[in-house]
């Protein structure tokens, strides 16, 4: 049976609403799952090899204003590049394959929550991702500065110029 357009468009904007309220922005949902969001993984990314991932696949990201101590990307800049968050109950990150585990942590956020470090950066996901195995915030220059992928080893992978 085929739904009327409108009912249709409906149907699409409550998922998107739904996935704005959730994460502030639309993931699509993945049959790779590998863990939860709060593991700390690694992949093979396009254009900049194997990186850190969250759970999901998605690629994480450091700020470089950040300084490798507290996070400084706090309202609009955490909404374009959500901070990777513990969930409530969950004292420590999970480190995946390849992650080095005493490099794991966490630093506080401003509003109280655990937010996952590596080699004490503060780790970020970058809403322009839309799918895993894709790093489009490499070298960004964006909400006052600018954002590079991990190599396992805590460095950042800086294979362009910021722009």
Not at 2 to 22: D, F, K, Y
Not at 40 to 61: M, N
Not at 117 to 139: F, M, N, Q, S
Request: glycine letters at 12%; a neutral charge; one cysteine or more.
């Amino acid at each position: 049976m085929r739904l009327p357009r409108i009912l249709l468009v409906a149907r699409g904007v409550v998922a998107a609403g739904t996935c704005a309220l959730a994460l502030g922005a639309c993931r699509p949902t993945t049959s790779a799952v590998s863990g939860p969001v709060y593991e700390v993984t690694t992949a093979s990314v396009g254009g900049v090899g194997t990186v850190l991932v969250d759970g999901q696949g998605y690629t994480l990201y450091l700020f470089e204003p950040d300084h490798q101590s507290s996070s400084t990307c706090v309202g609009s800049c955490a909404e374009a590049w959500p901070p990777l968050v513990l969930p409530s109950g969950v004292s420590a990150p999970r480190a995946g394959h390849g992650v080095h585990e005493a490099l794991l942590g966490t630093v506080a956020r401003t509003n109280g929550s655990l937010q996952v470090t590596y080699d004490h950066w503060p780790l970020y996901r970058w809403v322009g991702d839309t799918r895993p195995g894709i790093a489009t915030g490499e070298a960004r220059n964006n909400l006052g500065g600018c954002w590079y992928t991990l190599r396992p080893d805590g460095s950042a992978v800086k294979t362009m110029a910021c722009v």
